[in-house]
């Protein structure tokens, strides 16, 4: 099946500071991605499409000075915390749309884990 | 998708049995619908999906069935294994092409 990598896979910061999450789709290019955020025991949220070579599109309520999101190529996008703070602590979950079959479906990162101080 | 809640339902299964997993979508329009299984602090893996033309797809060890008219999913899991412990979201795939998850559903595997 295709592969999505995250890195890092768990990052810890001060408050203030910015962190850039990478995904990269392995062995396939992918035109779109996708960045979720996940708090404990809660579902994944949406929080921005990102398409290779154009602006991302974010959720209503996802600050987009705040969560800048670059998707450079067609295996690379990454997402900035710009400003981190405590409350953006959460996990972060990539994906990527690859051709399963007859259909495009969506393969997921491993995730990152933030920790903001 | 279910809303979101901050408390996961749980499904406890001896090891041996059969899992059943449900989740009801929002979206009559939806096309396509994906299971993927969660484990503990990594990312959601795809376990099976279903095009909306068909009411029943198998794979191994698990199936999945689609009720459009009640607009429900469920995943059977057989001899439900400790591995088998996880995280279960379904996702519909909605008109816009984007993904909607459900809620979640624990799956907690007793030996």
């Known amino acids: 099946g295709a592969v999505v990598s995250q890195h890092p896979s768990r990052v810890i910061c001060k408050s203030g500071t910015s962190v850039k999450i990478e995904c990269r789709s392995l062995?396939?290019?992918?035109?779109?991605m996708f960045w979720y955020r996940q708090f404990p025991k809660q579902s994944l949220m949406l929080m921005a499409t990102?398409?290779?070579?154009?602006?991302?599109?974010?959720e209503q309520g996802v600050e987009k000075d705040k969560f800048l999101i670059n998707h450079a190529s067609l295996t690379l996008s990454t997402l900035t915390v710009t400003s981190a703070h405590p409350e953006d602590s959460s996990f972060y979950i990539c994906?990527?749309?690859?051709?399963?079959?007859?259909?495009?479906?969506?393969?997921f990162g491993p995730g990152t884990r933030l920790l903001v101080l | 998708g279910e809303s979101v809640g901050l408390h996961l339902p749980t499904l406890s299964v001896q090891e041996g049995d059969n899992s059943i997993i449900n989740c009801a979508y929002s979206?009559?329009?939806?096309?396509?619908f994906i299971w993927y299984k969660q484990e503990s602090g990594k990312g959601p893996q795809f376990i099976i999906d279903?095009?909306?033309?068909?009411d029943k797809r198998q794979g191994q060890r698990v199936t999945v069935l689609l009720n459009k008219t009640v607009k429900h999913l469920s995943l059977q899991i057989a001899a439900t294994q400790p591995g088998d412990s996880a995280v279960y979201f379904c996702a519909e795939n909605m008109p816009s092409n984007m993904l909607t998850f459900g809620g979640g559903t624990r799956l907690m595997v007793k030996p």
């Open positions: 279903i095009r909306s033309n068909m």
């Open positions: 062995d396939f290019q992918a035109t779109t």
């Open positions: 979206n009559s329009a939806s096309d396509y």
């Open positions: 990102s398409n290779e070579g154009s602006k991302a599109t974010y």
């Open positions: 994906s990527a749309r690859a051709i399963q079959g007859a259909q495009e479906t969506q393969y």
